[in-house]
């Protein structure tokens, strides 16, 4: 329970520490601001701002950015304790650790972006591996059918998904094969609205035959990335493709 709360309120408490975090540095390094050279001062903040946006956000990468350089003219810099600089030299480091530090903030995002997309394609090609070898498998047709249902569950964050062999009038908003949906004969917009309700569907097409469909209930404004709908595409082929061998056998 205490991590579940945390991880909900994390990204509020590492705006909070990253302008508290600074301050605490700051005030830690005044004892030895005569001997201590600022530009070192300065390097010290830069690492805990790195801290913080690794461990936040942006945003708070940000925030401790400007927090940083307004404790160490504060605290560091002559006139001390006082929001003003008097030597050029610390002019320059007081702009250099904001600038730094703001720069510091966007190469950490961009790492935690680069890295979440990494482990969601992983994830992507896994779904589709383990479907795959079900289908190829002795697994029967009704196990493949119910963990692909549950993977576009996950996939496009679904409040319920039910297969069917048979094509109800009128038709549903439709996600195609390209990933992109229609509904009522017009593209939607599903990455800012999310998929149409109540209902949409996803074809199980093999080459041009429609041996069913995968009836989805949508959650209600949540926007769905269009790699998410490609690949549960993807999964409701597998099935079909499955369908299809059955059908042949039989």
């Not at 002559?78 to 600089?85: E, G, M, Q």
């Not at 950490?108 to 394609?121: L, T």
């Not at 041009?208 to 999964?235: D, H, I, K, M, N």
């Amino acid at each position: 329970m205490p991590m579940t709360v945390l991880a909900k309120y994390r990204q509020r408490l590492a705006a909070v520490g990253a302008f508290v975090v600074p301050l605490g540095v700051a005030a830690v390094l005044v004892p030895f601001r005569t001997s201590f050279a600022n530009t070192a001062a300065a390097l010290v903040l830069v690492a805990f701002i790195f801290a913080v946006a690794v461990v936040g956000n942006r945003f708070a990468g940000v925030v401790a950015s400007v927090s940083s350089a307004l404790w160490f003219d504060f605290f560091l810099t002559r006139p001390y304790d006082r929001f003003a600089i008097s030597h050029r030299p610390d002019i320059e480091t007081t702009i250099s650790l904001l600038v730094v530090g703001v720069m510091v903030s966007e190469l950490a995002a961009r790492s935690r972006h680069h890295s979440r997309a990494s482990s969601e394609e992983s994830d992507f090609v896994a779904k589709i591996r383990d479907l795959t070898e079900q289908a190829a498998g002795s697994t029967p047709i009704a196990s493949v059918v119910a963990s692909a249902s549950s993977s576009l569950v996950d996939l496009l964050y679904l409040r319920g998904c039910r297969f069917e062999t048979v094509a109800s009038e009128p038709p549903l908003a439709r996600i195609q094969s390209d990933g992109e949906v229609v509904h009522v004969g017009l593209g939607w917009p599903v990455g800012d609205l999310g998929i149409p309700g109540p209902e949409a569907e996803i074809l199980t097409e093999w080459r041009g035959l429609v041996l069913g469909r995968f009836v989805l209930t949508p959650t209600p404004g949540r926007p769905v990335p269009v790699e998410r709908r490609v690949v549960a595409v993807a999964l409701a082929r597998v099935v079909a493709a499955t369908l299809n061998e059955q059908r042949r056998v039989l």
